[in-house]
């Protein structure tokens, strides 16, 4: 005889008679938590009680309670048994009944099937098929960005100004201690690297230069732009994606209101007004971080300060301001644009927004190998 | 308050609100074994609201509510966890996890609460999509499948640990009569074949007509419970012209004269 615990108060048990009429006697509470106990016992003991032609009684008539986990049980110990000799069931009250029966449906029951995917050649044509449309629509958000920011440029009393304003604050103003931090540390590490190596030659005084010129051509804009990708530009996927899930795009369609103009427009004057801000501010919090260790090398705030001076030109300053600008309009569409290409689901979003920041952060080291090239010809 | 035996959820002067803001004062009723309870009232009445206090999503500024004979504004730890797995939980909207099929949504609190094998915990699932009619799509995702359907598999779900009480938010909300009266039919089966109890959050007169046995009505200028019983018997024979009116579903303004 076996016994196993069931819900506290109550026991499930069973014992197998062999004989010319082999039978499985269940009695008690067959609940989920004796099935825990009972499901690899009590079949092992089944097994071992039928023999080709035996046909076992599988006598449930003792069974005072029968959950959807114990009708499982009962619909294993069936299938094993009729798989050799045969199995008969006995004494099933209603509820047992009612609990097998779905169990005894699905053995008819045919899957349906989704939608797979093809074999290779079909496949090969889907992604060529997913690129097209990629490509396709990225065309068209250019295009219908770059008439929305035309259109706001020819009548700027249209633009939502209140809106570009929040996101500029949100993405500008808020971001000050996070791009203060990493300019700071930039222009710290910068300094104290260079200086390490300019040393020996007492060239220590040229780190100014090195510092001030890296910063405001290249790692100023490059630094701030990446932050505001992971910052501004994911927050702006998440926010349009959830608005394509709850339809709430599909809500301003049908007001009669573009998605472009209503939702991109802001985000993008708002990411092409703060780039350049956030940029010449992390510029000369960078400045200072280089400043207070040279500060340490011996070298006097006002003779670092000359120094820069002397080395930056407005060309530098120009450039930078000018990247900064294409990056920030980089950022804020890219994260648009992967906003208003969210499927359906809370996945979708969150493969939106990681897209909106991979996306964004390679067409910002591209843009920059770009420039560089081009500032290059261009004696900039 | 004297409650009868077979209350499996008892609910004592229940205040609930948010900080200063109170929604319902001093509800008391009882939900009995087996039975078809319904949650009605008019839109902000605090029906949804209700519902998440008695699965303890929301504490509420005073009073007790009792599921099968645990305090679920005290429990805490084990005991709390052990009673969750008594109650299952249909959402609105549903609530399936987008990145599992249907089989491994019904799975989850089976691997989550039991030592099953495998085998068995597939063969649970399995049956419990076959019960709300949607074995033959146990591989599909949610996305995949209609409204109606995520609802069901939804119900499945509630289902897979066997619970005494399965609460249902909207069942039938957004769906078409003929998925609606499917619901209620399978409802209806859940209660009388496997011995459940349901409580639900409706707002479909049809639905509540053909299957609850009882019905509460949550007014929300009183702050409290204007009518509790049968509600084919409180559509004819209620006092209040607001319950009759409701139920009749009859526009508001009609009130003036009866009142």
Known sequence: M????????????????????????????????????????????????????????????????????????????????????????????????????????????????????????????????????????????????????????????????????????????????????????????????????????????????????????????????????????????????????????????????????????????????????????????????????????????????????????????????FKAVVFGLLVASVGCLRGLQTGSGAAAVGLSTTSAVVTAIILIVVFDGVFAVLFYYLGV | MDAPEDAVIRVEGLTMGFDDFVLMRDLDFVVRRGEIFAILGGSGSGKSTLLKHMIGLYTPLAGQIRVAGVDITQAEGAAREAMLQRVGVMYQMGALFGSMTLLENVRLPLEVHTQLPREAMDAIARARLQLVGLGAFADFLPAQISGGMQKRAAIARAMALDPEVLFLDEPSAGLDPITSAGLDRLIRRLARSLDMTIVMVTHELNSIFAIADRVIMLDKESQSIVADGDPVALREHSQHPWVRHFLQAQPEQSDEGAA
Not at chain 1, 147 to 155: C, N, Q, V
Not at chain 1, 212 to 240: D, N
Not at chain 1, 260 to 288: D, E, H, S
């Open chain 1, 2 to 321: 076996g016994s196993t615990a069931a819900e506290p108060g109550h026991t499930f048990e069973y014992d197998a008679t062999d004989g010319a009429e082999p039978r499985l006697r269940l009695w008690g509470r067959l609940d989920i938590r004796a099935v825990e106990q009972a499901w690899t016992p009590l079949r092992e003991r089944a097994r071992a009680l039928a023999g080709p032609g035996h046909e076992v009684v599988l006598d449930v008539s003792g069974l005072e309670y029968c959950d959807g986990a114990g009708a499982a049980l009962l619909h294993a110990l069936e299938q094993d048994l009729r798989r050799t000799g045969g199995v008969r069931l006995e004494g099933a009250a209603r509820l047992v009944q009612e609990q097998l029966g779905p169990y005894r449906e699905l053995d008819e029951v045919e899957p349906a099937r989704a939608a797979r995917p093809g074999g290779l050649g079909s496949r090969a044509l889907d992604a060529v098929d997913r690129v097209g449309r990629a490509a396709h629509q990225q065309l068209s958000f250019i295009g219908e960005l770059a008439l929305a920011l035309g259109s706001a440029l020819r009548h700027p009393r249209r633009v939502r100004w209140g809106d570009t304003l929040r996101v500029a604050e949100v993405a500008g103003f808020r971001a000050l201690p996070i791009v203060s931090l990493i300019a700071f540390l930039l222009g710290v590490i910068l300094a104290f690297q260079s200086a390490i190596a300019m040393r020996p030659f007492g060239a220590e005084i040229f780190v100014a230069n090195l510092v001030a010129i890296s910063l405001f051509r290249e790692l100023g804009p490059l630094m701030m732009a990446i932050l505001l990708a992971g910052r501004s530009g994911a927050a702006f996927a998440a926010e349009i994606g959830t608005m394509k899930v709850n339809e709430e795009v599909n809500a301003l369609t049908t007001m009669g209101l573009d998605p472009v103009r209503f939702l991109v427009v802001p985000k993008v004057l708002a990411g092409i007004l703060v780039a350049p801000l956030l940029a010449l501010y992390a510029n000369m919090i960078g400045l200072f971080g280089g400043a207070l260790v040279m500060q340490g090398f011996g070298v006097p705030w006002t003779t670092y300060f000359n120094q820069v001076t002397m080395a930056l030109s407005l060309s530098d300053l120009w450039s930078g301001l």
